[in-house]
């Protein structure tokens, strides 16, 4: 009688993570390393905002319904409107006011938006910085050669905890009629609101002399922006 000998059991192969999985990892590698310069590098820095654009489709409402209803009749002759934009990210606004016959003004802190609004601006056909009616500054939007008093229109799409700050800005330095446009978010005028909803400030004006600022809100339109003027004394 024969005896077979013992089977050995082989040991299971290690088995290959699948290509499904080495896909995921690399999807996830490519969306944070693309997310660094539009949320990771600003949260660090603390003074800027992750990146957060006001839809393309919007720019055709700010320029052709919001502010016409709001800026009065142009004489013939007049100087051009000034536009300025706190956070002009990719640069659409400048372009939009440029277009328009705006002197328009964007200044960005983020480095890689910063570069990409003047590839945007050449795109569109606007020779930055050779074109005088358009500038581009990289910068910190509280930075004071901002030109504030100067602007016609003011826009921003900043986040709820900025607003009462520019709200005090606005009253100090804003120009006389100036219009402010925000986009989802609206300007913490309660700290000073006065019984007629109005938010009022004194400040001392270039001669010495006081003078009351006043931010009106105008409306609040159903694409989400908040229209503001305001109103010196």
């Known amino acids: 009688m024969e ?3 013992p089977s050995q059991s082989k040991s299971p192969r290690p088995t290959e993570p699948p290509l499904l999985l080495y896909g995921a990892a690399s999807v996830v ?22 990146y957060m654009n006001i839809p393309m489709s919007k720019y055709k409402t700010i320029f052709d319904e919001v502010l016409p209803r709001h800026m009065p009749r142009r004489r013939a002759g007049s100087p051009p409107l000034r536009f300025i934009d706190l956070g002009h990210g990719m640069g659409e606004a400048v372009v939009n006011a440029a277009q ?28 930055w910085p050779l074109e005088p009616r358009v500038r581009l500054v990289y910068g910190n939007m509280w930075r004071k050669d901002m030109e504030l008093g100067r602007q016609d229109v003011i826009l ?9 700050r520019l709200a005090e800005r606005l009253r100090s330095e804003a120009q006389h009629d100036a219009l402010v446009v925000l986009y989802r978010f609206k300007l913490d005028l309660r700290s000073r609101a006065s019984p007629t909803g109005a938010a009022l400030r004194e ?5 010495g002399s006081d003078e009351q600022a006043e931010i009106k809100i105008l409306e609040v339109t159903e694409d989400g922006f908040s229209v ?4 010196k004394k």
């Open 3 to 5: 005896c077979s000998p």
């Open 29 to 50: 590698g490519l969306l944070t390393l693309g997310s660094l310069p539009f949320l990771v590098i600003p949260m660090l820095r603390g003074n800027a905002l992750p």
């Open 100 to 127: 328009r016959g705006y002197v328009a003004t964007g200044v960005e802190l983020n480095p890689t938006l910063y570069l990409l609004s003047i590839c945007n601006v050449w795109r569109h056909g606007i020779l």
């Open 156 to 164: 921003m799409f900043g986040v709820q905890s900025l607003m009462t």
């Open 203 to 207: 400040i001392t004006g270039r001669d």
């Open 228 to 231: 503001y003027r305001i109103k």
